[in-house]
């Protein structure tokens, strides 16, 4: 079974509209830790955001907010105001428990239209 | 503050050669991580070390991959006998331990061509 489901492969979105990502996870560990990646053509692997199991309030930075419904098992990426430098592949991810190894979802390829 | 760095940045070489890679982590980062992404896909976990010592291996690292970080600062991943299904990109990470908040922090990957 997918750990890390990411359902939308492709996204087209107009500047400056928000835009929604939608990441479901499975796992019967209590604690775990929630992550999103961006990775333009370039190839790098840029962290956003951060979420815990534990935490009360949804994680925001910057631009990026993370919606987590963990009744769910949803951490949706949330980007306000979006820009044509968002246009990349966008990566959730997760830690469970006390393992290392972060497990990825297979990605959103976002395009931001002018 | 430099962040991870990887070299080389691409790759290409003939079936049945051996290739090399390098990563230079942050510097204060204990933990470097390995992983392969292959077109389409998210990252995949290789291997891992804290400090010197190499703690996880995954099933994807056949006997022809071998990891090491001999004084707990660079790394480097040797792949043996280099096979088409070898192509992909390769990427390095590394953080600081501090337990479920851990960070990664990934370099620009090396891409593997494997003609």
């Known amino acids: 079974a997918q750990k890390i489901t990411q359902t939308q492969p492709g996204m087209f979105v107009q500047e400056k509209e928000a835009v929604t990502l939608d990441c479901t996870y499975d796992t019967s560990d209590p ?3 929630l992550f999103w990646y961006k990775q333009p053509s370039s190839g790098e692997m840029i962290f956003l955001i951060y979420q815990g199991s534990y935490d009360q309030q949804n994680a925001t930075e910057g631009r990026y907010s993370l919606n987590f419904q963990k009744a769910r098992k949803s951490a949706n990426l949330v980007i306000s105001a979006s820009q044509l430098g968002d246009s990349a592949m966008y990566f959730c991810a997760m830690r469970e428990g ?3 190894k972060i497990i990825f979802g297979k990605g959103t390829r976002l395009h931001i239209l002018p | 503050d430099t962040g991870v760095s990887q070299d080389p940045r691409h790759k290409i070489t003939k079936r049945g050669q051996n290739v090399t ?3 230079d982590p942050i510097s204060e980062h204990n933990r470097l991580y390995w992983y392969r ?3 389409g896909q998210g990252p995949e976990f290789l291997t891992y070390f804290q400090n010197e010592a190499q703690l996880e291996k995954s099933r994807l690292l056949s ?3 071998s990891a090491e970080r ?3 600062s660079f790394s480097t991943l040797e792949i043996q006998r280099t096979e088409q299904g070898d192509s992909a990109m390769y990427l390095c990470a590394s953080s600081q331990r501090e337990g479920i908040q ?3 922090y990934f370099g620009p990957g090396t891409r593997l061509l494997v003609l």
């Open chain 2, 70 to 72: 001999p004084k707990g």
């Open chain 2, 102 to 104: 851990e960070t990664q």
């Open chain 2, 63 to 65: 006997d022809r991959f």
């Open chain 2, 37 to 39: 992404q292959t077109l």
């Open chain 2, 21 to 23: 890679f390098r990563c």
């Open chain 1, 31 to 33: 604690s775990y830790g």
């Open chain 1, 98 to 100: 006390e393992l290392d």
